[in-house]
């Protein structure tokens, strides 16, 4: 097995707690589904939010999807002018047999903007 790394984001329509779990537990899930991966096939994710995201860690809408034995770390991303609000971005490393070309990275709704190159 190869160690490879997938992307995706989503944007929230609001800053609660209850709306972030969901829409980011979508986007796991998608990253999972689309990459024919379970929980036992991720290493780490990183998770990072915009700057007015407050109402909860991202981090905690996996461990309620069940995923509880794998490292999780949250960070903020940068405060840049203009850039897309509420936005919520994973990087996960994992263990597939896939072609790194073959990984499908997850960019949910309007954050499909964000990276038209490799959004899936």
């Not at 995706?8 to 609001?14: E, F, N, Y």
């Not at 794998?70 to 509420?86: F, H, K, N, S, T």
């Given at each position: 097995?190869a ?83 509420r ?34």
């Amino acid at each position: 097995m190869a160690v490879r790394a997938v992307r995706g984001a989503v944007q929230l329509d609001r800053d609660e707690a209850g709306h972030m779990a969901e829409r980011v537990g979508e986007l796991l899930v998608a990253v999972l589904e689309r990459n024919s991966l379970t929980a036992d096939d991720l290493i780490s994710v990183w998770f990072t939010a915009t700057p007015d995201l407050h109402s909860d860690f991202p981090a905690a809408a996996a461990r309620k999807l069940g995923i509880v034995d794998v490292p999780l770390i949250c960070a903020q991303e940068l405060d840049i002018e203009g850039a897309m609000p509420r936005v919520v971005r994973i990087l996960a490393h994992i263990e597939s047999d896939r072609p790194r070309a073959d990984i499908a990275h997850v960019y949910l709704g309007a954050a499909g903007a964000l990276r038209k190159d490799i959004a899936q």
